[in-house]
Every structure is written in C-alpha cells, then in structure tokens.
C-alpha cells in the first residue's frame, strides 16, 4: 500500500467521525498542500460543493497549485472567484479582464449546483458584491446547435452583456459579426468562439485561432456569460449579491487561519472605506454569520479554532508511522514545479 493510500483511509474516517459528530470541524494548521489535499477528500465524500477560502490573493494562487497538483484523476471541476484587484473609486482603473472572466466563470459553474465542485476564493472576494443569479442568467446567452436566434438580438443581448462590437476580434470581451457568422470571445475562454447561422438556426459553433483563423474545435453548445462585471453592477444597483447566494443550500465551508482571515478582513475593509466603495461590497462577518446560521452547511476551521467554539470537533491528525516515505527523487525542485504546471 502506498502513503497516499494510507493517508486517504485515514482522512476518510476522521472526516466521518467528525461529520457525524457535529456540523463544525477544527484541525491545527497545515500546510497549503495538506490543506489541499484534505478539501479533495471533503468534496469526493460529500459529493457536493465545497468552498475553500484562503487569507490574500496570493495564497489563493498558492492554494491552485495545491489543488490541481495533488487533484485525483476522476476529480470533479475546481474553479477560482478571484478579488478585484482594485475598488470602484480608485481612479480610472477597472479589474484584469482574466480575473473577471474567472469570477464570471465559477458564477456559471454554480448555476448547475447538482455536482461536485471546488471553489476556491480569498475573504477579500467574499467581500465584494457581483451580480445576482438571476441577472447573470438573464445576460448570458446559451445557445445550442439547432436553436433558432436573430442575429441582430444576439447582437443586441452581447452588447447589454459588456461585449465590444469590433470589425475583427482581437480580444477577450470582444464579438464581431459579418453576414450569418457571429465571432464572440467570452472573457474566461482561451481563444474565440465563431457561431455560424443559415438564417436563424444556428447551423455549428467553433472554436479558432484568431491569427490563422483555422477551427480548433468543435462544441455542441454554448453560453457566454457577460463581459463586463461592473457595469453591471453599476447600471443594476438592485442587482447584486454576495458569493454565497450562489452557493447551494448545502455545502462545506473550509476555512484557513480565522485569526489571518480576520485580520485581512480588517485590512481590506479600511481600503473599501477609503476608496468610497461601500455599495459594492459587504462585511466579512456577514458571510460568516450566513454560514453560521444555516444547519445545511458544514464548516471545517484550519488552524485558529472557531469563536465561540460550540459544538467542533477536533481532527487530531498525526503523522502516520507506517507511512512509506516518497522516493528522493519526486521532491527534487523541478520534479515538483514540473508538476505543479501540468
């Protein structure tokens, strides 16, 4: 039997033994890899959602690597609500289009809610507003080979989405469209889309390289979720919502350091108050107050326990001394970056 295995009986019956104890477990600080490791397991045995949360923007990038390094090879998807890296009222900047798209990308991935996922975020995302499902529905453009649509209202919907009509595209953000062909790039999406219609049906959709405009690959369906986070936001102030109404009913909330997550919180929420940006975000005790208030959800605390404790439990893990020490070889520097990158 190999350590892996070893370490994932033992992880699997701690989880139990918790889980059926009481809806709150507490475990003393592990590492990052650890800590990934030990939400894998929570997400194959719960079957549903859970939600990672690390302290920074950064260790949540930490966290990934984690993740997609040490994810099982029948995994279930794992997806990123990364923060804004700035505030509505700090000057003219606005968020990296890449970090929109990802934070647009894990909405519509929770619009399913009935298979496993990861979601990985940071507290200073749980403390910003985005836009509510039933807005985000409503600007996403699903469509399927076959279906019928006017040309001009897919154009029309694009545009109320945050969409750039160019000649050509260029970019993410940006659809284009020339006879019955609509060119579309989602934000979240490596290379473009190219919609192809006989009329009003929708005859295929493909994906290609802008630069040689040669297909990549070809999709059944399609749903382009909106290119433009805040202007929504802006232009539908009754329209916003916080990560968790997105959430299902019941999933697990795995926490890192409270005592770090607190302190970030704070950090975060006098940058709020500075730069005026109070309508678009909420308070972290808001999001941990939900999460306390439902019997649906269970909570794991990694490294500072829960105040006030109630009713935890503690997963008192310890090394394993029948455990087969990894081979040299796999913790050589590259081995390990080589792997991370895959």
Sequence with gaps: MFWTEELTD?????????????????????????QALLVWHLVRDSGGTVLWVSETPRALESCLRDLRTLAPPDAPPCVAFPS???????????PDQRVVGARLAALT??????????LATCVQALMELTLTPELLRAHTVALKVGDEAELADLRQQLAAAGYAAVPEIQAPGECACRGGILDVWPLAE???????????????VRVFDPASQRS???????????????????????????????????????????????????????AISEAGAGDV??????????????????????GAPPEP?????????????????????LRHPDIVEAARNR
């Design 216 to 270: 990549v690959e070809r999709r059944h369906a399609v749903a382009l979720p909106p290119a433009n986070e805040w202007q929504l936001l802006r232009s539908q102030p009754l329209q916003r919502a916080a990560l968790w109404q997105h959430l299902p009913p019941a999933f697990i909330a795995a926490w890192a350091d409270m005592d770090s997550l607190q302190h970030h919180a704070a950090v975060y929420a006098a």
């Design 109 to 118: 991935a929770l619009q399913t809610g009935d298979r496993p996922l990861v």
């Design 309 to 329: 404790p109630g009713n935890t439990t503690e997963l008192d893990f310890q090394p394993l001394e029948s455990a087969v020490p990894a081979p040299g070889a």
């Design 281 to 302: 975000t909420i308070p972290f005790a808001e999001t941990l107050r939900h999460c306390r208030s439902r019997a649906t959800i269970r909570q794991l605390f990694i």
């Design 84 to 94: 804004w890296e700035c505030l509505p009222g700090q000057g003219t900047a606005t």
């Design 10 to 34: 033992v992880l699997r019956n701690r989880l139990k033994a918790c889980w059926r104890d009481s809806a709150t477990g507490h475990v003393a600080d592990l590492p990052s890899s650890a």
């Design 190 to 204: 490596p290379l473009p889309l190219r919609l192809e219609f006989a009329g009003a049906t929708l005859e295929s």
